[in-house]
């Protein structure tokens, strides 16, 4: 079970923390013909073999690398502007299908004890690493077609948000890692008091709307991981 994790754990490393911006670009205005398409599975396959460490594993990591390739060839060629939020799930769905077939293929008993994770370490990491810049796509997708029109009165400092909600869901889950729940509540009533004043000052219906569903789905997220791992 161990090693579907550290799987998991390379695919979010891979796809997320050490794929730069301009190399998403270069792929989708390129398409196979950008060599940065082609360091992104390097970068992916060398990440699976150092986490796994495991020689006789090569031919699996080569086979979910080349499997991630095709699948994001077809939601590069197949996505458009309008059918992005979906196509970010299927394709996130789908290297999950392929990481869980090559397990099986290498050994069907890691599979069959998918749901008792014993090795809570790894776990954590995970866990961690998906409450970062993971869960801020995830959220940002999710609420994408709510995003209110850009004004110069509320200009804020660059990715300052996204790097809030990363802290914030870093808290909450290590608040429930030990048993202080309490601590999240102070969090949620200081967040609260800060965010009051632009809420009050924008008279912006939309935008409270759109700031709140964005807290919820963020602290939502913390509180799910945390209880998962509770769970185990």
Known sequence: MTILIKLILAHLLGDFVFQPRKWVVAKESRKAGAYQFYLHLLVHGLLMMLLVAKADFWPYALGITLVHGIIDLIKLHAQHEKSRRY??????????????????????????????????????????????????????????????????????????????????????????????????????????????????????????????????????LAILSGWLYDQY
């Not at 048993?179 to 632009?198: C, M, N, P, T």
């Open 87 to 220: 196509w970010f799930f299927i394709d996130q769905l789908a290297h999950l299908i392929s990481i869980i077939a090559a397990m099986w293929y290498y050994n069907p008993e890691l599979i069959e004890g998918m749901i008792q994770i014993r090795d809570k370490d790894w776990l954590v990491i995970t866990i961690l690493v998906f409450l970062s810049l993971p869960a801020s796509m995830l959220i940002k997708t999710t609420i994408s077609k709510w995003t209110p029109l850009p004004d110069a009165n509320t200009a804020s400092l660059d990715k300052a948000g996204q790097y809030i909600g990363i802290l914030e869901r870093w808290f909450v889950f290590v608040f429930i890692m030990a048993g202080r729940w309490e601590a999240i509540g102070f969090l949620v009533a200081a967040k609260s008091v800060f965010r009051f004043g632009d809420l009050r000052q924008s008279k912006d219906r939309k935008l409270t709307e759109y700031i709140l569903i964005g807290t919820l789905l963020s602290f939502g």
